[in-house]
């Protein structure tokens, strides 16, 4: 039984596979035929392409012909185009340069005849200075004066006739230019001051800090002065305690560094705790306080006037202002005033507003850093504008308000005048007795150094100045030029708020007896 399953087993495998081998061969044949015809439709597809790629070749080909001889065609234009044109430049050419030689040979006749006119001209100035030496050298001899004499003569003559005429003349001037500027303005000057009316009394710098009790005193100085020494140290501050009750006196010429100081002691008095690790705390915190101010106030000037596109660092230094004072006066609230008095003005006069309240802002900017740097607040405001690339006018503005470069735009004017009026207006500066004095000293020596005065007296302050002069050395023309030659060296040699009357009196009595 298992022999015939083998038996059957390997029966059924041989004729499976005769069934598969001749499914196999048949396969091939049919793939064979296929090879073949695919290769003879390749062959086909190959020749048709090939022509047709003959075809396209033979027309581009024609084409091309085509194009090139239109292009040959063109270009054989443009050269007949361009030969025609170039001709007609050249006769062109021709015709101006024979018009240039017909104007050369015009110019050279012209030439000789002007040469010919300048030798004859020579010949008879030649003629006529030896006449007028002759004519000279017989008028010398019958006067029995010289050239040089005489013209002294002509002029001393004429200068006695004319003095008269000159004063008569600058007084007429003078009146009339003030019947029709002063009046003006007045009402502008006026008008501004009104338009901007701040307080009349500024505040000034505070350099004592009060303390709740004597106590306190010893504290700030510390064992062995330790405390004192550091707040000096990190500071920049001379700190003076002396008798005074409850106080402690800061002294230094740095404005915020001595508020620097003054926040830092009443921060330290209000706390208790007094040791030199709390002492650079609380300066620290002071340093940070006093710089955060000042941009607050720099920012504050600038939204209140109106001033923008202002580089920051103006900005912060207009902040640093707040502490700086200029007798007695605020530098900051001095120069807010001044940027309205000068856009008021401005306004008047129909200039540009905008720029003249910036130049009024900016004008005293270098009192900010004054104290630290070498060199007047006039220069160093101007080097810091043209730093930060302001405006030519609003630099000249700034260089010019105290007369040390020439005014080159009306708004550096308003500047100064607005300057002017800031500083002149009643409790706006304080200055001291000595400073005072030296003042009113220098107004006399001024004004006695003129020849025939006889007399000088400083009054109102040294706001008026009353010059008595010799009635037999100064006529009475001769006072009108005097007063002005006055006015004009106290303009030139003295520093001074508002302006200076110069009034001139001559007195000439005459006494006689009846007998």
Known sequence: MLLGFVL????????????????????????????????????????????????????????AKEEVHKAKLDLDQSVRDRRAELSKDF???????????????????????????????????????????????????????????????????????????????????EEEAKETADARAKEI??????????????????????????EMKGRIIGREGRNIRTLENLTGVDLIIDDTPEAVILSSFDPIRREIARLAIEKLVFDGRIHPARIE??????????????????????????VVGLHPEIVKLLGRMKYRTSYGQNVLQ???????LTGAMAAELGLDVALAKRAGLLHDLGKAIDFELEGSHVELGADMARKYHEQEIVINAIESHHGDVEVIHPIAALVAAADAIS??????????????????????????????????????????????????????????????????????????????????????RVVDYAK
Not at 128 to 140: D, F, H, N, T, Y
Not at 281 to 306: L, N, P, S, W
């Open 8 to 63: 059957g087993a390997m029966l059924l495998f041989w004729l499976t596979s005769s069934y598969y081998k001749k499914g196999l061969d048949k396969g091939r044949r049919e793939l064979e035929q296929d090879r073949v015809r695919f290769r003879e439709e390749s062959e086909k597809t190959l020749a048709a392409n090939e022509k047709a790629a003959e075809n396209r070749k033979r027309e581009l080909l024609l084409q």
């Open 91 to 173: 006769n062109r050419m021709e015709q101006r340069e024979e018009q240039l030689g017909r104007k050369l040979s015009a110019v050279e006749r012209r030439e000789k005849e002007l040469d010919g006119r300048a030798r004859s001209l020579e010949d008879r100035e030649l003629a006529i200075k030896q006449a007028e030496e002759e004519k000279q050298a017989e008028l010398e001899r019958v006067s029995g004066l010289s050239q040089q004499e005489a013209q002294k003569q002509v002029l001393d003559q004429a200068r006695l006739e004319y003095r008269h005429d000159m004063a008569v003349m600058l007084r007429q001037m």
């Open 189 to 214: 000057i006026v008008g501004s001051i009104q338009r901007y009316a701040s307080d009349y009394v500024s505040d000034a710098t505070v350099s004592v800090v009060n303390l709740p009790n004597e």
């Open 281 to 306: 705390e609380m300066v620290e915190k002071a340093r940070r306080e006093v710089d955060q101010t000042m941009k607050e106030a720099g920012e504050q000037a600038v939204f209140e006037t109106g």
């Open 334 to 340: 001095h120069s807010i005033e001044v940027c309205w």
């Open 423 to 508: 500083a002149a207006r009643p409790g706006a500066r304080r200055e001291n007795v000595e400073t005072y004095i030296k003042r009113i000293e220098k107004l006399e020596e001024i004004a006695s150094s003129f020849t025939g005065v006889e007399k000088v007296y400083a009054v109102q302050a040294g706001r008026e100045i009353r010059v008595m002069v010799k009635p037999d050395v100064v006529k009475d023309d001769e006072m009108i030029l005097k007063a002005h030659e006055v006015s004009k060296k106290i303009e030139d040699e003295l520093s001074y708020p508002g302006q200076i009357k110069v009034q001139m009196i001559r007195e000439s």
